[in-house]
Nanobody, 118 residues
């Protein structure tokens, strides 16, 4: 069974940096790809970033390119999202997701709240 636990969400000011984490457990096959998504009230869920096993197949959503960096630890079981130059529009619940193939996210965490004040 895959479990994904996000942490590190916080209230920050515009321009600040913040790093959130996702601790993944389960079969390596099921967590081969990890991703970050976010959702704010009244908006659809938005793709933020993804990363494959061995820090491969990294990709970002257009709204965060150049500001956010996704990575995994050496054990490949923890994913990080370093967020720089945060904007109020980055305010959302950030969800961690996992799956065995690109674009296939079968497992989801409960989310961590990131709030950016202006």
């Amino acid at each position: 069974q895959v479990q994904l636990v996000e942490s590190g969400g916080d209230l920050v000011q515009a321009g600040d940096s913040l790093t959130i984490s996702c601790a993944a457990s389960g079969r390596n096959y099921d967590i081969h790809f990890l991703g970050w998504f976010r959702q704010s009230p009244g908006k659809e869920r938005e793709f933020v970033a993804r990363i494959g096993w061995g820090n491969t197949y990294i990709a970002y959503g257009d709204s965060v390119k150049g500001r956010f960096t996704v990575s995994r630890d050496s054990a490949q079981k923890t994913m990080f999202l370093q967020m720089n130059a945060l904007k109020p529009e980055d305010t959302a619940i950030y969800y961690c997701a996992a799956g065995p193939a690109i674009g296939q996210f079968d497992y989801w965490g409960r989310g961590t709240q990131v709030t950016v004040s202006s």
